[in-house]
C-alpha cells in the first residue's frame, strides 16, 4: 500500500515539475487619465532589486522612430540593441483603457523586483515612474494609481 502511494506522489510530483511553468501570465489593464493629444507610448520594464533594468515586459506603441523619447528605459534598451518581442500596435489615447497580458518570471515575486510603467506623449511630459510598486504576491494582483498620463493600472493572474 506504501509502495503504491510513493508511485502515485513520484508520479504526480514529475507531472507537476513539467508542467510548471517559469512564468506566470497577468491580465494588465492600463486606464489613461482624461489627457489632450496623441497617444501615448508605454513602457512596462522588470527591474531588480538594486532598481536597474533586467527585461523589457511590453510596449505599447510600435514606431520605433519615437523609442528614445522614453528616456529611462531608452538608456538601457538602446544600448541593449536587443530586439523587443513584446510590442503592440497602438499607442493609447487620453481617456482610453487597454487590457495586454505580460508574463512576469515566477522567481521575481517577493524577492525585491520591481515593475515600472514608463509613459510618453509627443510633444508633452515622459514620466519615468507613471506607476512603478515591489512585485509581490499581493501586488500582482492589485490596482496602482498611476503619477501622469496613467490614472491606474490593475494586474489580474490568469
Known sequence: MMKKFIAVLVVALGIMAF????????????QM???????????ISLLNPEGAYEKT??????DEEWYHDIDEWWK????????????????ISGGNRTVSVIEIPN???DKGYKIRFETA???????????????????????VEGKG???YIRL???
Open 121 to 143: 506623449v509627443e510633444d508633452q511630459e515622459y514620466y519615468a515612474d507613471d506607476v512603478q510598486f515591489e512585485l509581490t504576491s499581493e501586488s500582482v494582483k492589485s490596482k
Open 57 to 62: 515586459l511590453y510596449v505599447q506603441g510600435d
Open 33 to 43: 487619465t482624461n489627457y489632450e493629444g496623441e497617444g501615448a507610448y508605454v513602457v
Open 76 to 91: 538601457f534598451h538602446g544600448k541593449v540593441r536587443s530586439d523587443i518581442d513584446a510590442i503592440t500596435g497602438a499607442t
Open 156 to 158: 489580474m493572474p490568469q
Open 149 to 151: 498620463f496613467i490614472r
Open 107 to 109: 522567481d521575481k515575486i
Open 19 to 30: 508542467t510548471t511553468s517559469e512564468n506566470n501570465k497577468y491580465k494588465c489593464m492600463i
